[in-house]
């Protein structure tokens, strides 16, 4: 019997050990290094757990998911268009702070995600504690420990993905809530978007990108998108000062 592949992606900042963790479970050998921007485009890999087929998807590693650059187009756009059954977003122990913005973007546009923090043997060496049961809490997402170098948490974070992956019901995650204008805003463009693409793509995140400008993007769904939504978003964002 042959059973649909569950899809994954690595998500997180440039040197958070994406590619480690890549080679460790699929056997693969993308290349791994001490400087940031070693992985341009991405590269998939395969593996099984539990008896379950996975696919990897191994994505640059940014700070945002903009479209400032190359790289985080990729990253963004496998997110956005592939709909990964499981994000599995990778942040630096030794770095939470930094790291976090990028997890927040990702959990604007999609809560599949589970939260892995890797390097968890350089904080311990630094005397860097994380409270992986808060974060959780927090985010409405499971968060997991590991050292990918050391290929330790592996079991964990790969049940918590297949929990995930199974799971009917996208989590309640975690929202960043913005000024009550742009919240006003996103909530009078949110249904607009819903109505025409439907519940496959993530129509706050949209609201958001639209209202920002987001011109690459843009022209991404413009097949899709009536007039009528393109121009209210452009009507708002100028009224917004947004542009
Ligand atoms: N100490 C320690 N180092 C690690 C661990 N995981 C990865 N590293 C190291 O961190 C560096 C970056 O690892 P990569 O796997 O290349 O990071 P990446 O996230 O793929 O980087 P980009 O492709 O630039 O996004 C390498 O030198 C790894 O050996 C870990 O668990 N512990
Ligand atoms: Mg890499």
Redesign the pocket.
């Known amino acids: 019997m042959s059973e649909m592949k569950i899809r994954l992606a690595l998500a ?1 900042n ?7 963790l890549f080679n460790a479970l699929t056997g693969l050998k993308q290349h ?3 400087w ?4 341009v485009a991405h590269a998939e890999g395969e593996f099984s757990f539990h008896g379950k087929q996975y696919t990897l998807v ?1 994505l ?2 940014t700070y945002s998911l903009y479209s400032n650059s190359a790289d985080e187009e990729v990253a963004r756009d496998y997110i956005i268009f592939q709909k990964p059954d499981v994000t599995i977003v ?1 942040l630096d122990a030794t770095a939470m702070e930094r790291n976090m913005n990028l997890a927040l973007q990702v959990l604007e546009m999609t809560s599949r995600v589970v939260i892995c923090i ?5 904080a311990e060496k630094k005397g860097i504690s994380v409270n992986e049961n808060a974060l959780s809490e927090k985010l409405g997402v499971p968060v997991v420990k ?5 290929k330790k948490g592996f079991t964990k974070l790969l049940q918590e993905v297949e929990k995930m992956a199974i799971l009917k019901e996208n989590p309640a995650a975690f929202q960043i809530q913005y000024s009550a204008e742009l919240e006003e805003k996103i909530s009078e463009l949110e249904p607009l978007v819903s109505d025409w693409l439907g519940e496959s793509y993530p129509a706050r995140w949209i609201a958001l990108r639209l209202l920002d400008g987001d011109e690459e993007l843009i022209q991404k769904l413009k097949n899709s998108i009536p007039e009528k939504l393109e121009k209210e978003a452009d009507e708002h964002a100028v009224q917004s000062g947004l542009r």
Request: charged fraction near 20%.
């Open positions: 997180g440039p040197n958070t050990g994406k590619s480690t791994t290094g001490n940031p921007g070693k992985t191994d640059p590693g990778v890797n390097l968890m043997d350089e590991i050292s990918a170098r050391n």
